[in-house]
């Protein structure tokens, strides 16, 4: 038992996302997948999987249609450059911005 | 010899330890690492951390970006700390792994006292540490594993002018029970090897190559994409040592087949730290990779 007299103060972390806040506002351009093209879409198999193994951030499913979850992708863009077919493409941030700010 | 079967991107596992939104910067290659290296420790770890990035990327109060225990230490007793955490371990009758996880200002410069003593007596703990090649979480400040010519906060205009420290050679001369190299643009490389240094009793070490954007001087997107040129011409080779029998592994391991490496200038010319390397320190190295090279091919071929 502590000694009565003090207070035991713990402070642990919780885990979670958004430590650094929604990062997605880190982004100038963000990755556009072109399903025509992507390997897994296309064929309907899982394939290369590229863009969620290397991407750094976790942002990336493994799923037929890969999906990237916007809010917190910091834009690096290795998805893009990595990508076997290049169907992924950086498209500036800004040219989604009326559909952002609509709110 | 070679039975364990590798791990592809298929039957990768889908879980995930660390979260998304975490303080590591865009295109971080310690988070590729960091990201699928953890899949390969599994839960049941304890993660000892000295200052690095990787203590930013793991999150400040109130929020974690892991969802492992991490204990932060100082930069010189890493390795001292993670023995006394597997001790407690022990004395509770757990099987936990401990992995020390320092960069390599922590390892190379500050830390390699405790590490050197961790070594010679053995600990089982596992200690990885990802070369950034400078004090990265700082500012770009020199360190002892710097090469040669590259420019940081802390450089004269010419560059550094000493040579690196080959840490993984300065490792192998404790004779750990394993030594692995490993790249950041190689995670599944990086994978296995964890999960063969899980097996093994003994101090493990595993050095990590790792391009960091702001302080090399790449853009973010490159990450991936240097480390690759790294391994392909021949500068960084992936490499273990089990027993004191050294063998080229994955990516390099195939590069012996090849009669000739992609020209180091082609990883050179990327980088801005590089932009006050001359011609004649360019050929040297250039001459430096090929006579190592050679002695591979005599080697191992």
Known sequence: ?103 | MKTTARTTVLNLTEEEFIHPGNRACSGCGLSILYRVGVKALGRDCIFVVPPSCLTVMQGLYPIAATQMPVLNGTFASTAAIATGVKAAMRRLGRETQVVAWAGDGGTSDIGIQALSGALERGEDIIYICYDNEAYMNTGVQRSGTTPQGSLTTTTPFSGKSEVGKDLPAIIAAHNPAYLATCSASYPLDFHDKLLKAKQIKGLKYLHVQTPCPPGWGIEEHMTVALGRAAVETGLFDLYEIENGRMQLTGPSQQLLAKPTLRPVREYLELQTRFKALGDAQADALQAQVDRRWAGYRDRFR
């Not at chain 1, 502590?2 to 103060?9: E, N, Q, S, T």
């Not at chain 1, 996302?17 to 556009?32: K, L, N, Q």
């Not at chain 1, 969620?52 to 910091?74: F, R």
Request: proline letters at 9%; hydrophobic letters at 35%.
């Open chain 1, 1 to 103: 038992m502590p000694d009565p007299r003090f207070k035991v103060l713990t402070s642990a972390s919780t885990s979670g996302p958004g430590d650094a806040g929604r990062t997605g506002s880190w982004r100038v351009e963000r990755p556009v997948i072109d399903m025509s093209s992507c390997i897994p879409a296309k064929t309907g198999k899982h394939a290369c999987h590229l863009c969620w193994l290397l991407c750094p951030d976790n942002v990336v499913s493994k799923e037929i249609e890969p999906a990237i979850d916007l809010e917190y992708c910091k834009g690096c863009g290795i998805c893009a450059q990595e990508c076997p077919v290049q169907a992924i493409s950086m498209v500036p941030d800004a040219d989604f911005l009326e559909g952002a700010d609509s709110e």
